[in-house]
């Protein structure tokens, strides 16, 4: 796999950081992960603009390549043959010369690294045909979830413990109200009625949240913005989840519970169908 570090399009076997990168010490880094179908990148401007956003809210510098990203995201694609799959793309606040709390000075630049993963079947996805089951855990991450930071430790261990309980996804719950997955957005629907969080600090202000909502009110569907619980999530007709990586994806059974005929309703099914023609219409 050819992947990009500082500049340089390298084999990832010669791909380097240092080990005082703040990445790696402090989890002092943010990232973007968008999607490819058919070679083209889904959602490409949504995805620069929070990666913006999320520098901007941490006072990271931006990347000196900040105006070349769509070039070398069409680059590694191209390079790494990828048809369908994802671009990760990952900043940190650089390498200082010492460990040490404080941001380092502007004589400090960014890491910037983009890699690719081949997902043959992303689109067509056996998952999402079936749906897939979550558990529900207490959402104990920090306070600034509209920030995409690196810090993925506690989503991880939630996956985890969906594992374990023999689910798929873990729906975080904080004061009795579902926050979000450990890496999408989450949604019920109750008399055609879409129900999702609004957003806030609480949340990523996910880009796919972002396109299935709009798509949804074009569809005349209606939507609601507003906190949900688990009890609450229980009783609806359906639920999904949304994010870069899985589009949308139904959800069947939550902490055990089956929705409906523990199939993947239509209005999922409709969204996830609508979702994946027309972002491919304006895929770059
Ligand atoms: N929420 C969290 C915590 C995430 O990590 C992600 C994606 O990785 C999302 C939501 C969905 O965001 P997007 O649709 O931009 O991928």
Do not use: C
């Not at 983009?114 to 529900?136: E, H, M, N, W, Y």
């Not at 975080?172 to 109750?190: H, L, P, R």
């Not at 996910?206 to 619980?229: D, H, K, N, S, Y």
């Not at 005929?261 to 969204?271: A, E, H, K």
Request: negative net charge.
């Amino acid at each position: 796999r050819i992947v990009y570090v500082n500049g340089e399009y390298l084999p990832e076997e010669e791909a380097k950081v240092s080990v005082f990168d703040r990445g790696f010490l402090f989890a002092d880094g943010v990232y973007e992960v968008t999607s490819v179908l058919g070679g083209k990148l889904i959602d490409f401007a949504g995805h620069e603009a929070r990666l913006r956003r999320s520098l901007n809210e941490l006072s990271m510098p931006e990347p000196a390549a900040m105006g070349e990203l769509l070039e070398i995201h069409r680059e590694l694609v191209a390079r790494n043959e990828i048809d369908e799959g994802l671009v990760y793309l990952q900043v940190t606040r650089g390498a200082p010369a010492d460990r040490d709390f404080a941001f380092p000075g502007e004589e400090v630049p960014p890491t910037l690294v983009l890699f690719t993963q081949s997902k043959p079947g992303l689109a067509d996805s056996p998952q999402a045909r079936k749906g897939i089951k979550v558990i529900s855990v207490e959402d104990i991450r920090w306070g600034r979830r509209d920030i995409k930071t690196v810090q993925l430790l506690y989503p991880s261990m939630g996956k985890m413990m969906a594992k374990k309980a023999g689910a798929d996804d873990a729906w975080m719950v904080e004061d009795g109200f579902v926050t979000e997955g450990t890496s999408n957005n989450a949604y019920i629907v109750k008399n055609g009625k879409i129900i999702t969080r609004n957003l806030g600090t609480e949340i990523l202000h996910g880009i796919t949240r972002a396109a299935v909502l709009r798509f949804a009110r074009e569809a005349q569907m209606e939507v609601e913005e507003r906190p949900f619980t688990i009890e609450e999530a229980q009783q609806a007709d359906e639920a999904f989840f949304t994010s870069a990586s899985a589009f949308v994806m139904p959800v069947v059974e939550i902490d055990g519970s089956v929705l409906g005929d523990g199939t993947p309703g239509p209005v999922s099914q409709r969204l996830r169908e609508i979702y994946l023609d027309e972002s491919r219409k304006v895929a770059v």
